[in-house]
């Protein structure tokens, strides 16, 4: 059966107070794990990952004429031409010369074929037109400079090919409207189109999106633009077997790209909703992707330790507890799957705007270099990671909702210095993975602004390497096992600024390691659904959120937290501790080298984990019984 947390990270309000001493007059702000009105510090940007597009929609791209010079009706007997241009042979019309045409009627199977040299530019206006060729492109361009497709207003056009392609035809064009140079679509009418063969709408050269009501239907990819993709204005509605919009040139770093600065998609693909070779830009627009079935399509295998895996169960461990292997994403049968990304780029996501809605079976946001978010909204559920880049991934501005996935945000460097990141994760919250021998660099996160609140079952906030916070709001909901933590780090964990609310399990608990605020972490239990609060001694909530579920280690972090005062903690009204604060971690809870592991009985601490600093990876003690450390599935790394 597959396992789904659909559960929304839970409201969380904090309640600020600028203190003079122990105690003082307190100013609320409430932040939700949904999105609130609540004004943030931003940090200060970062511009470490960029990208530009060298190709924009012109305005007169944006503004077509109808105006025509030659006329062609089909019908079924044949192809009438008007002017001067166009020549027609039975059902086959080809326009020989630049100029604007008025195309229109309606053919089973005949063709419109463009070859009047590189010079030229042609302009097509489509009047009523519905064709279809049982052996080609229904649209061919063959040479011209420019082609540009104008979809009149009040007209409803459709193109389709067939299966009798030539093997030749097949693997050089395959597309119900195909071109081998620029094409522009604008207009105000609609336009259907039927890739019965292969692909839908299909350029070798660029290929800009810029008005009308698009529905593409194909059997693999939905609508290429080779060297680029733009997509400015309009309704597109894509239906594909294969990748939705993709662009496909690897041979040249400018080109192979997607910009989408306005308009409404609709993208439900087999594969990937959206396939870049270099770089995704998205500044407006209105984007809907399911892909590969939706994240309800993947089932995520339990492992022996009641945490999730993705994988193929692979025992690696040294004492046979057992592991999972995270190379890959299968389907349900055990089979590695093909990519079914919502959007996947080669280099460089940037998000500027728009809104984007994603429910992928793969990752929904990927990129193999870097991803930027700097504003926008992203609606996000997947069967994989939410956003996931190999290199960087950034956060500047922005809200970003993750409903539901395997892990959250997931990069080798993670840095947030504003916007509003809600997620929920079945494996870990937030993970910078890899190792500096695999990426150039110590894995880490920085939080300097923004606000998170992360749902996890596994790790809420992991890194391999170190995680500093200098600012922001991190708020993690963490693990009720105790094979994970609400914070997991293998070197350090700084914190100078912003406030932190962890809640997890002991098991694996750590605190920050280097503060110059105060920190208070305490072992107690609280129930699911509870008011958890830090009170000064006059009784004024400082820090108050509601917890979504169970937690038995408490860890609290402000700016208003006073070394040398006394601070209370509340489950709903049941006092769980009470401690002075100091200059460090106070309370006796978990701390900066982590709490330890547990004994046989899966309660007593007594170490640490696997492989971390003071836990089992030789140095740590033994369990008070004598017995050999216990590794608990974990297998050494953060990720």
């Known amino acids: 059966m597959r396992s789904c947390y659909k559960a929304l990270a839970a409201l969380c309000s904090l309640t600020l107070s600028v203190n003079t001493g122990c105690s003082g007059n307190v100013a609320s702000s409430d932040m939700s794990g949904e999105s609130s009105a609540t004004v943030l510090p931003t940090g200060e940007s970062t511009d470490r990952v960029t990208s530009t597009v060298p190709h924009k929609a ?48 309606s053919c089973s199977d005949g063709q419109l074929v463009i070859d009047c040299g590189k010079d030229g530019d042609v302009f097509i206006v489509l009047n009523g037109l519905d064709l279809t060729c049982s052996s080609g492109p229904a649209i ?31 693997d050089d064009t395959g597309a119900a409207l195909f071109s081998r140079d620029t094409l522009v679509i604008n207009g105000d009418g609609s336009l259907t189109v039927n890739g019965a063969y292969k692909d839908g709408i299909k350029s070798k050269d660029g290929l800009k999106l810029c008005g009308g009501t698009i529905s593409v239907t194909a059997v693999e990819d939905g609508i290429i633009g080779k060297d680029y993709l733009l997509a400015a204005a309009g309704s597109i509605t894509v239906n594909s077997g294969a990748d939705g919009l993709k662009s496909t040139n690897s041979g040249d770093d400018e080109k192979g790209y997607v910009s989408i600065t306005g308009g409404d998609l609709t993208i439900i693909s087999g594969n990937d909703g959206i396939q870049v070779e270099t770089v995704l830009n998205i500044s407006d627009g209105d984007i809907n992707i399911t892909s590969g079935g939706g994240s309800a399509a993947v089932e995520h295998t339990p492992a022996k330790d009641n945490s999730f895996g993705k994988g193929h169960f692979r025992d690696f461990s040294t004492d046979g507890t057992g592991g999972f292997d995270f190379s890959d994403l299968t389907n349900s049968s055990g089979e590695s799957a093909e990519s079914m990304k919502a959007v996947k780029a080669g280099t460089t996501v940037t998000v500027s705007g728009g809104r984007i809605t994603a429910d992928s079976a793969d990752d929904a946001i990927h990129s193999n270099g870097d991803v930027n978010i700097s504003g926008g909204v992203l609606n996000l559920s997947t069967g994989d990671d939410g956003i996931h880049a190999d290199g960087l991934l950034v956060v500047e501005a922005g809200e970003i909702n993750i409903t539901e996935s395997y892990e959250g945000l997931e990069a080798p460097g993670i840095e947030i210095s504003g916007g509003t990141v809600s997620l929920v994760a079945l494996d870990d919250g937030l993970n910078a993975g890899g190792s500096s021998a695999d990426v150039g660099f110590t894995p880490y996160i920085t939080i300097s602004g923004g606000s998170v609140t992360a749902n996890a079952n596994g790790d809420g906030i992991d890194s391999n390497g170190t995680i500093s916070m200098s600012g922001g709001i991190l708020v993690v909901f963490g693990p009720t096992d105790n094979s994970n933590g609400a914070l997991d780090y293998e070197q350090s964990f700084a914190l100078s600024g912003g406030t932190l609310i962890a809640l997890g399990s002991k098991g694996m608990g750590q605190a920050p390691s280097t503060l110059s605020q105060p920190c208070i972490s305490i072992f107690s239990s609280a129930k699911a659904d509870t008011t958890i609060e830090v009170r000064d001694q006059d009784g004024n909530a400082i820090l108050s959120t509601i917890t979504p579920k169970e937690c038995t280690s408490l860890i609290f972090s402000s700016p208003d937290l006073v070394s040398g005062c006394e601070y209370s903690v509340y489950s709903d009204e049941v006092l769980l501790a ?51 450390p216990v590794n608990n599935g974990d297998t050494g790394t953060a990720a």
């Open 140 to 170: 061919l361009c063959e040479n011209a400079d420019n082609l540009t497709i104008t979809l009149n207003k009040n007209t409803q056009n459709s193109l389709s090919d067939g299966t009798g392609y030539s093997s030749e035809q097949a």
């Open 578 to 628: 009470t401690v002075t604060a100091t200059d460090g971690v106070s309370g006796g809870g978990a701390s900066g080298n982590g709490n330890g592991t547990w004994n046989r009985d899966g309660d007593t601490p007594w170490g640490g984990g696997f492989g971390k600093p003071g836990r089992n990876d030789g140095s740590a003690p033994a369990p008070p019984d004598g017995t050999p």
């Open 58 to 105: 012109s305005e007169k791209d944006l503004s077509p004429s109808s105006d025509c010079d030659s006329a062609v009706a089909f019908t079924s007997d044949g192809a009438q031409c008007m002017g001067s241009g166009v020549s027609a042979d039975g059902n086959v019309v080809t326009i020989s010369a630049a100029g604007s045409y008025s195309v229109s009627g």
